[in-house]
Structures are given as structure tokens and as C-alpha cells.
């Protein structure tokens, strides 16, 4: 065990090497992490060209970059350059966007990157992740990758999260090392928040809590990237994905403890964000009435996305402080269309795509009766509903 196989090939009698016994038997094992579908790929599917369709699936910010973003990308005459390792102009930007010292900053090419990083930092074979599902499938991916036991303790039927229950469970582990507890807040896929009081019980506990606050600019709680310094067990994460349209640069980044941030510096790539992304990034912080103006218009959308949803007595709308919206679908829902014998969720998802709007659905626990609908333009909230009249009987 351990060594790769030698076989003998009959055609020939040379030694041809075993690769797949070469791979980590814990990667062997593991379930890749599922992306939604690439756009251009559902364009060719459908038969629609990209501008006739609705994509609402992924929580991409429809008003896209900022007018100072682009025109700095199309003035950059430098992306010849490898972008700075230090990352010290960006990390001054947000560190004045934030009002957090630079110094409690480290950026990665999206969020993914930097969630990757404190994986591979923080966490052996065999130590445990705690999570909290329904929530972002990036975490049990990550602890898939590094091989950590992953310990999930489910959210409560509205999604809220059971402190207690999480604190049971760090205290029941005998035979594994609890590292990190991996919070979403707002949460993905459902939008709900978690209040200073559970936090701080959160945090009491002997694991590193990180805070992933990709939706935090839509919701009325404020960030708590402010907490950071005073507490050597909080990570928080943020991202120029959903804030600042960005999704397609990818540059996310987080605010560290320093007695942490200083080893990941030790494994990170040197040179990622790229030299598109933070020139985009910091022409974007520097736009700022021009993000507050989106988040307005997302935040009020999404209000009459929820007050046009709740005409449709067979979905079940919960409250949200991000920018999509989750429902459940009744299973007696009256659809038209849709794989036979699948969740009624999942065939409305089916059948929406075939009208053009795309919608995100979860096949797994605690999902399978949902869909989560991102907030777009008014137009595309136009279209979803009249689509969903047309599959209603």
C-alpha cells in the first residue's frame, strides 16, 4: 500500500505505471465541488442567444463594475507586469474602505482562494471543520481537499443557527481536533443573519471562527470586520464578487488576527490578484457612490421581487438580507413541465430554464424543495414572473 503499482503491458511486456494509485486516496474518494453550469454552455443548450436570457442563478451583481473600474482596465498598461506580491496598494484601499489597518489584510484571487489558504494553514489529516448547512458547499469542498473530518451541524428549520448545538458538538469531539467553524453571514442560499449575541458565544469557543460576509453590503447588520483585532480567533472574509460586480476578476480578501495572518503570507501565491482584478478593485473603492447606488437599487429590488413572489400561493418566500431570495416550492405547486417524479423545485427550475430565466436549485439535505432566485434589474424580475405564470397551471 502506499507505492504506485507497476503493471505489464501484454502487447509489448514493458512496466506501465499505475496513476491512478499515485493519487491521494482521500482525493480518489472525494466529490468535486459543483459549479453552476457555464453560461455560454446553457446558451448553446437552450437554442437562446445570451442576451434573451434571465440569469438569476448565481448572485452575480447585473449592474456589473464600476465606469472608473472599466475605464481603468482600459487605460492599465501594465498587465505585461506581475502584480505586486505585497498586494500593497489594494490592501490599503480596503484597509481605508473598511477602517481596518492593512496590516489584518491578505487578498486571493476571490474569496475561494483565501478560504483554500486558512484550510491548508490552520487544518492537518484528521483534524474536524465545523460547518453549518445549508450553507456555501465551498467549505465541506475545502475540507474534502485537505482531508479534515467535517462535522456539520444542521441550521434550524428557518435557517437560524443553533449556537448551542455547535457548542455540544466542539465539546463532544474526543478523537479529533475541532480548527475551524465556517459561518456565512447572510447565509447562502437563504439570506439570514447571525445576531453580536450568538456570535460571541461562537467565538468562546477553542476554534477559529471564520465569518464569511460575501453578502454583507445588502444586509442591515453591520460588517464585523471591526472585531478582528480584538479577537484572535475571528477570520472574516469578504469579496468584489457581489459589492462591486467583479465576479468574473475574481479578487476577494480577508481580515486576519496577526498572529495568523503572518503564516499565510508563508504558502499564499504570490500573485494573485491579478493585475486586471486590482486595478478594478481599486478604481471600484474609489467609486464608491457608484456601489452605495447599486446595493440601493438591489435592496430595493429585492423587496418587489418578494412582494411579486408572494402572489404565488405555492411558494414560501424567506426573509433575506442579501441579495437573492430562497423559496420552497410546494410539492403540490401547479407546474407544467419539469422531469416527472423530481422535486417540484427541481421542476421549476427545468422549466424555467426552457422559458429562458435560470434559477439556482440544491439536490442536496435540507434544499431539495427550494429554489434560490438572484436579485437582478427590474426587467429580468419582469421576466421571472411572467415566466413562472406561464408554468403555473
Known amino acids: 500500500m502506499g507505492k504506485a503499482a507497476n503493471l505489464v503491458t501484454p502487447t509489448t511486456g514493458t512496466m506501465k505505471m499505475d496513476i491512478e494509485s499515485l ?9 468535486p465541488y459543483m459549479p453552476i453550469v457555464p453560461f455560454e454552455v446553457l446558451s448553446r443548450r437552450l437554442g437562446r442567444r445570451p442576451e434573451d436570457i434571465v440569469k438569476l442563478d448565481a448572485n452575480e451583481n447585473p449592474y456589473g463594475p464600476s465606469p472608473r473600474a472599466l475605464e481603468a482596465l ?25 477602517g481596518v489597518s492593512p496590516d489584518h489584510i491578505l487578498c486571493g484571487a476571490g474569496a475561494d482562494e483565501v478560504i483554500d489558504l486558512i484550510a491548508r494553514a490552520l487544518v492537518r489529516p484528521g483534524d474536524a471543520i465545523v460547518d453549518l448547512p445549508p450553507t456555501f458547499g465551498m467549505y465541506r469542498w475545502v475540507a474534502d481537499v485537505v482531508n479534515a473530518a467535517y462535522i456539520g451541524v444542521p441550521r434550524r428549520t428557518d435557517f437560524s443557527v443553533d449556537a448551542q448545538a455547535v457548542a455540544d458538538a466542539v465539546s463532544a469531539m474526543r478523537d479529533r481536533t475541532p480548527k475551524l467553524l465556517f459561518i456565512a453571514d447572510p447565509n447562502n442560499p437563504d439570506g439570514s443573519t447571525i445576531c453580536d449575541e450568538q456570535l460571541r458565544a461562537l467565538l468562546a469557543l477553542p476554534v477559529v471562527v471564520v465569518l464569511d460576509e460575501a453578502y454583507v453590503d445588502f444586509s442591515a447588520r453591520p460588517s464585523r470586520v471591526s472585531w478582528v483585532p480584538l479577537h484572535d480567533n475571528l477570520i472574516v472574509l469578504r469579496t468584489f464578487s457581489k459589492l462591486a460586480g467583479m465576479a468574473g476578476l475574481r479578487v476577494g480578501y480577508g481580515v486576519f488576527p496577526r498572529a495568523i495572518i503572518r503564516h499565510l503570507w508563508k504558502i499564499k501565491q504570490p500573485y494573485t490578484p491579478n493585475v486586471a482584478g486590482t486595478i478594478a478593485a481599486i478604481a471600484s473603492l474609489n467609486d464608491r457612490d457608484y456601489l452605495s447606488a447599486n446595493v440601493r437599487r438591489l435592496t430595493e429590488e429585492r423587496q418587489r ?11 414560501h418566500i424567506f426573509p433575506s438580507e442579501a441579495n437573492f431570495v430562497l423559496c420552497r416550492v410546494a410539492e403540490d405547486a401547479p407546474l407544467c413541465g419539469g422531469e416527472p417524479g423530481r422535486p417540484a423545485a427541481q421542476r421549476l427550475k427545468q422549466t424555467l430554464e426552457q422559458h429562458g430565466v435560470l434559477v439556482r436549485y440544491f439536490d442536496r439535505d435540507g434544499l431539495r424543495d427550494c429554489i434560490r432566485i438572484s436579485v437582478g434589474r427590474p426587467d429580468q424580475t419582469d421576466r421571472l414572473i411572467a415566466a413562472l405564470e406561464a408554468v403555473s397551471k
Do not use: K, S, V
Open 23 to 31: 493519487i491521494n486516496p482521500h482525493l480518489r474518494a472525494m466529490q
Open 74 to 98: 482600459a487605460r492599465a498598461d501594465c498587465l505585461h507586469i506581475y502584480p505586486d506580491p505585497d498586494q500593497t496598494a489594494l490592501r490599503e484601499a480596503i484597509g481605508d474602505y473598511i
Open 305 to 315: 421581487l418578494r412582494l411579486a413572489l408572494a402572489r404565488f400561493g405555492w411558494l
